[in-house]
C-alpha cells in the first residue's frame, strides 16, 4: 500500500482543562465545553495550517493570522475567568511568533533549516564564506560613500534586487532539498537586509 | 397582586442593575482628561453639565479634601502651592528622571528616597499615581453622574512611549479610583481606531498624537476591521507644556533684561506657564498680541508674534518629525507607501506643528474628530469591543526593546521594540565564576547599549545555583509581555529547576506595603460607599411599604379586625420613624415588624380577590392557562 499525501498524524488528544473531556491535537478550543485550549507544540507552520515549505503567500499567511487572532487574542477574553485569559494569552504569543517568522523570507528560511537541525544565527561560522564577506564589504562600502538622496536609492534598489533574487534562490534550494546551498543563500540574505535596513534609516537622514 | 411585596433589603434592583456591566473610555491626559462611552460603535464623549468634555487634569488639595478640574485650575492664583497639574510626566518616574526634569515642573519634588518621586504639598508627600488617582475618580463621577448609574470598568489610555514602569502606575492609579482596568491602550492606536471605523479606512496610516506632555508617532495598516500597528515611536516627556516653558521662558528673560533679576516663586511660575498657554493658544487663530507676566505685584507686557512662537517652538517641533523619520524607517516603509497623517493632541492645533507633519508627510494631515477627544472616542469603542464583542481587532507593538544587563554594564536585548504583544522570549545565560551560587538579573528598557542609557525596571537575584564550573550552568531568562505592554519575567536554572518569577514592579514603582496601604484606605472608602448605599435602598424600600401600606388601606379598611388597625398603625409609625434615622438594621427591622404585622391583613385581600376572580367562572376555564395555578404546566413536567 502506498501512501499518498498527507499522513494522518497520530496524535492524542489532551484533556480540556475546563471540562476534562478530550481535545484533539492543536485544536484551539475544546470540542465540548468551547473552553480555549493551550497552545501546545506545534510548530510555526502547523499552528498557521501550512506544510513545512519555504513557498508560501503572505497574503494567506496574513489571513490565517488574522482569522486565528480574531478567535484567540486576550481582546476576546477581557471579561472571562483568569484562567481563560491567561490561555488566551498563551495562544495569541504563539501565533504572533509563528506570524513573524513565516511572513519574513529569512526568518522563515532560517527556521526551516532549524528544523532540520542547522543552525543559521549566532553560530560564530557566519563569515567564513570570503566570496560573501567580501560581496558585504563592497555593498557597505556604497552605502557609506552614498552622498545624496538618489545615491542611497541606488544602493537599496540594487540590494532589493539582490534580496529578490536570493529570495528566488532559496525557493529552488529548499524545492531540490539542498540545505547547504539554502544556508549559504540564507546568510547572504541576512547582509542584505542588514544592508537595506541601514540604507533606509540613512535615506531618511540625507533627506 | 399581593399588596405587600417586600424585598430583603440590599436585594432591590437598582435602576439598570441587571444590564451588562458598563465599560467606559478614558483618555487621562498630560492637560485633560476626557471619557467616552460606546454603544453599537456608536462611540459619545461624556460631558459635564455645562457641555464640557475636557476635565482638566488638575488637582487641588484643599482643606476641604481633593478637588479636580477647572474648579482646581481656579485655584493656582489664590492657593498655587496646592495645586498639582501636568503629573502624567511623573508617571513611573524616579529620582534620577526627576533631575532630568527639575526646574520644568512648579511643585516641589521629594525625590530623596529613592524610588516613585512624591509630591510635597503641605504636609502630604503625595505619589504620582495617587493623584492621577484623584483625576480618575474626578472623570468617573462624571460620567455616573451623565449615566446615572455606576461604572467600574473601563479601557485608559497611555501613551504608545510609556515604558513599563509608566504602565504599571497607570494601571495602579486606576485601581485605587475604583477602576478595573480592561486594558490599556495606546493613545495613538485609540485614534486610528476612532478614525477607521468612523471612515472606513483601509490602508497604512501614520498616527501623529503630540500632547501636553508626551509625543508618539505611531504607523497602522488598517485593513477589514484589523487594526495593526507595524511600528511606534515617541518621547515620553515631550509635549504643549515644553512650548509653554520655552515663551515663559522667554518673557522672563525680557524682563530679566529691563527689569534685573528677581526671585519667582511656584505660584508665579505656574501663573506665568498659564498666560504662555493662553499666548499659545490665542496664536492659532491671530498673528500677534500682548501677554501679561506678573512677577512680585508688578506686570509686565510681553509682545509675541506667530513668527517668534514658531521661532521658540523650533527645536520641539524639529525633534518630533526626527523621531516620525526613525519609525518610518522602523516600519520598513517609504514615505511614498503612507497614505495619510491622523492629528492627535491638542497640541496639534499650533499651526506650526501641522506645517511640519504636511511637508515631512508631503500630505494634508486628518484632523476631522476633535484631536482632544479622538483618543477617548477610540478608548470608548475598545471598551464596547472588549465588553460587548466585536469584529475588529487591535494588534499592538512593544514601544522600547527589554533586556538584561550583562558583563561590563552592557545590554543584552531580548525582546526587540515593535514586536507585536502578547510576546514572549527566552535567553539563556550562564555562570562566569567557579561555584557562583547566586546571579542577579538586571532588567532594563530602552535602545542604548549600555545599562546607565537605558531605564531600570527590575533587578532580583536568582539565588542557590548549584556549585558548578563557570559557563556550566544554564539560567533561562524569560519575559512575558502582555496585552497590555506590561512586562513580567521569571528566570529558572535548567539543570537544577530553580525558578523565581517576578512581576517588574520595583524600581520606580510603588512599593508592595504602599500599594496595598493605598487600596486598603480606597477599600475602607469602598465599605463607606457600600454602607450608605445599603442604607439609601432600605429607606427606599421602607418609603415603598409605606406607600402600599397607604393605598392597601384607603381601599380595604374595611377588612380589618378588631385591634389590627392599632398593630399596624404602630408599626407603621416604628418604620416612618426609622427611615429618619440612619441605622439600616433598624429599618430593616421595622420593615419585617410590618410586614408581619399586615399579612393577615394582605392574606384576606388576596383571597377575597382570588374568591372574587372565580365567581362566575367555572374551573375549566382555568386549565388551559399557562400562567395560572391551578393546572401542573406540562412543560415543567418534562424539566
Not at chain 2, 507676566?293 to 520641539?316: C, F, N, Y
Amino acid at each position: 500500500m502506498r501512501l499518498r499525501g498527507v499522513l494522518p498524524r497520530l496524535t492524542t488528544p489532551n484533556a480540556c482543562w475546563s471540562c476534562r473531556g478530550p481535545v484533539p491535537a492543536a485544536e484551539p478550543f475544546c470540542p465540548t465545553c468551547k473552553a480555549v485550549q493551550p497552545p501546545g507544540q506545534a510548530d510555526h507552520f502547523s499552528r498557521l495550517g501550512f506544510a513545512r515549505t519555504f513557498d508560501l503567500d503572505p497574503k494567506l499567511v496574513e489571513r490565517r493570522y488574522f482569522e486565528l487572532q480574531r478567535k484567540l487574542h486576550p481582546d476576546r477574553f477581557a471579561t472571562r475567568s483568569p484562567k481563560e485569559r491567561a490561555v488566551s494569552q498563551a495562544q495569541a504569543t504563539s501565533l504572533n511568533e509563528a506570524y513573524e517568522t513565516l511572513m519574513d523570507p529569512l526568518r522563515r528560511a532560517a527556521y526551516l533549516l532549524k528544523l532540520s537541525g542547522i543552525e543559521t544565527i549566532g553560530d560564530g561560522k557566519t563569515v567564513a564564506d570570503p566570496a560573501l564577506l567580501m560581496e558585504a564589504m563592497e555593498m557597505r562600502e556604497a552605502l557609506a560613500e552614498a552622498r545624496t538622496p538618489a545615491e542611497v536609492d541606488s544602493v537599496v534598489s540594487g540590494a532589493r534586487r539582490d534580496a529578490e533574487a536570493a529570495t528566488a534562490q532559496l525557493s529552488r534550494d529548499f524545492a531540490s532539498e539542498d540545505l547547504e546551498a539554502a544556508k549559504k543563500t540564507t546568510l547572504r540574505l541576512t547582509y542584505l537586509d542588514k544592508l537595506i535596513d541601514d540604507a533606509r534609516a540613512r535615506r531618511l537622514n540625507v533627506a | 397582586m399581593t399588596l405587600l411585596q417586600l424585598h430583603e433589603p440590599g436585594e432591590t434592583p437598582l435602576p439598570h442593575e441587571g444590564d451588562q456591566a458598563l465599560a467606559v473610555g478614558i483618555d487621562l491626559g498630560t492637560t485633560n482628561s476626557v471619557v467616552a462611552i460606546s454603544a453599537h460603535s456608536k462611540p459619545e464623549v461624556l460631558r459635564d453639565a455645562d457641555g464640557n468634555g475636557l476635565v482638566p487634569s488638575v488637582v487641588a488639595y484643599t482643606d476641604a479634601g481633593p478637588v479636580v478640574g477647572s474648579a482646581a485650575q481656579a485655584r493656582i492664583v489664590d492657593a498655587p502651592e496646592t495645586v498639582i497639574f501636568s503629573v502624567k510626566r511623573l508617571m513611573g518616574r524616579g529620582a534620577a528622571d526627576v533631575k532630568a526634569l527639575a526646574g520644568t515642573l512648579p511643585y516641589k519634588l521629594d525625590a530623596a528616597q529613592g524610588g516613585m518621586v512624591r509630591l510635597l504639598i503641605g504636609e502630604k508627600r503625595l505619589t504620582p499615581v495617587e493623584v492621577s488617582a484623584e483625576i480618575l475618580r474626578a472623570v468617573k463621577a462624571q460620567a455616573e453622574q451623565h449615566l446615572g448609574r455606576e461604572v467600574t470598568k473601563a479601557v485608559v489610555t497611555v501613551p504608545a512611549y510609556f515604558d513599563d514602569a509608566a504602565r504599571l502606575a497607570t494601571k495602579d492609579a486606576a485601581k485605587l479610583a475604583g477602576l478595573e482596568v480592561l486594558r490599556l491602550v495606546n493613545e495613538p492606536t485609540a485614534a486610528a481606531l476612532a478614525y477607521g471605523l468612523d471612515q472606513a479606512a483601509e490602508g497604512i496610516y501614520a498616527v501623529y498624537d503630540l500632547g501636553g506632555g508626551t509625543f508618539d508617532i505611531s504607523i497602522l495598516r488598517l485593513e477589514k476591521g484589523v487594526f495593526q500597528v507595524l511600528a511606534t515611536g515617541g518621547d515620553a516627556s515631550l509635549g504643549g507644556d515644553d512650548f509653554d516653558h520655552a515663551i515663559a521662558e522667554h518673557w522672563l528673560a525680557d524682563r530679566k533684561s529691563e527689569l534685573g533679576s528677581e526671585p519667582i516663586t511656584s505660584g508665579e511660575a505656574k501663573q506665568t506657564l498659564k498666560s504662555a498657554r493662553a499666548a499659545k493658544e490665542a496664536l492659532t487663530s491671530r498673528d500677534a498680541g500682548d501677554f501679561p507676566v506678573m512677577l512680585r505685584g508688578k506686570t509686565t507686557l510681553h509682545r509675541l508674534t506667530r513668527a517668534e512662537l514658531d521661532r521658540l517652538i523650533q527645536p520641539w517641533v524639529d525633534k518630533t518629525i526626527a523621531i516620525c523619520r526613525q519609525v518610518v524607517s522602523d516600519a520598513r516603509l517609504d514615505l511614498s507607501e503612507i497614505q495619510g497623517v491622523v492629528l492627535v493632541g491638542g497640541s496639534t492645533r499650533v499651526p506650526q506643528v501641522r506645517r511640519a507633519v504636511e511637508t515631512f508627510f508631503g500630505k494634508t494631515p486628518l484632523s476631522d474628530i476633535d484631536p482632544d477627544e479622538v483618543v477617548a472616542l477610540g478608548a470608548a469603542l475598545q471598551a464596547e469591543a472588549l465588553t460587548s464583542g466585536s469584529e475588529t481587532l487591535l494588534l499592538d507593538v512593544l514601544p522600547l526593546s527589554l533586556g538584561i544587563e550583562t558583563m561590563g554594564g552592557l545590554v543584552e536585548k531580548i525582546v526587540d521594540r515593535n514586536t507585536p504583544i502578547p510576546v514572549a522570549k527566552a535567553q539563556e545565560f550562564t555562570t562566569y565564576q567557579d561555584g557562583q551560587a547566586a546571579m542577579l538579573v538586571h532588567v532594563v528598557q530602552g535602545e542604548r547599549e549600555t545599562v546607565a542609557e537605558c531605564r531600570s525596571l527590575a533587578r532580583f537575584v536568582l539565588a542557590g545555583i548549584p556549585p558548578m564550573t563557570a559557563g556550566a550552568a544554564r539560567i533561562r531568562v524569560t519575559f512575558q509581555v502582555d496585552a497590555d505592554g506590561l512586562l513580567t519575567v521569571s528566570a529558572s536554572e535548567k539543570t537544577t529547576g530553580i525558578e523565581q518569577r517576578v512581576e517588574v514592579k520595583p524600581s520606580y514603582g510603588l512599593s508592595e506595603e504602599e500599594m496595598a496601604r493605598m487600596l486598603e484606605e480606597s477599600l475602607e472608602h469602598g465599605r463607606e460607599d457600600m454602607e450608605r448605599r445599603l442604607l439609601i435602598e432600605n429607606r427606599v424600600e421602607g418609603q415603598r411599604v409605606l406607600l402600599a401600606l397607604r393605598s392597601a388601606l384607603a381601599a380595604d379598611a374595611s377588612m380589618l379586625d378588631a385591634g389590627e388597625a392599632d398593630r399596624i398603625e404602630k408599626a407603621r409609625q416604628g418604620l416612618a420613624r426609622a427611615i429618619e434615622g440612619d441605622d439600616r438594621d433598624r429599618i430593616k427591622a421595622a420593615v419585617e415588624a410590618l410586614e408581619d404585622v399586615a399579612r393577615p391583613f394582605a392574606e384576606r385581600r388576596m383571597d377575597r380577590a382570588i374568591r372574587a376572580g372565580l365567581a362566575g367562572h367555572s374551573i375549566d376555564e382555568f386549565k388551559g392557562d399557562p400562567g395560572g395555578c391551578l393546572a401542573p404546566d406540562p412543560e415543567e413536567e418534562k424539566s
